[in-house]
């Protein structure tokens, strides 16, 4: 499956982005699919993951900030992120997995090429 994640762009303190992951070559209603992101020189971190039931699962640091949702029959997940802080800057990458959603990187076999959220103070 190829995952295009899309939606980045530069926000202010405060501001919203949703970001989107269209996939392509095999549906991914079977897939768990989640949201890493990573600044430079630094190591790719979870942010949330949302399985095939739709339940979902958080990083402590956006929970109440961000949001996880698929529309399967779209084949798309999005992040809803809101309340954006500079920390928050980074490349954002969408991925996907069989089974159950988990937070470890090397667990995911599809990965988007990632889009860029900056968050100006």
């Known amino acids: 499956v190829q995952l295009q994640a899309s939606g980045g762009g530069l926000v202010q303190t405060g501001g919203s982005l949703r970001l989107s992951c269209a996939a392509s070559g095999r549906t991914v209603i079977n897939s768990a699919l989640a949201w890493f992101r990573q600044v430079p020189g630094k190591e790719r971190e979870f942010l949330a993951a949302?399985?095939?039931?739709?339940?979902?699962h958080y990083r402590d640091s956006v929970k109440g900030r961000f949001t996880i949702s698929r529309d399967n029959a779209k084949n798309t997940v999005y992040l809803q992120m809101n309340d954006l802080r500079p920390e928050d800057t980074a490349v954002y990458y969408c991925a996907a997995k069989t089974g159950y959603p988990m937070p470890g990187i090397k667990l995911y076999h599809s990965w988007g090429q990632g889009t860029l959220v900056t968050v100006s103070s």
């Open positions: 949302i399985s095939t039931s739709k339940s979902t």
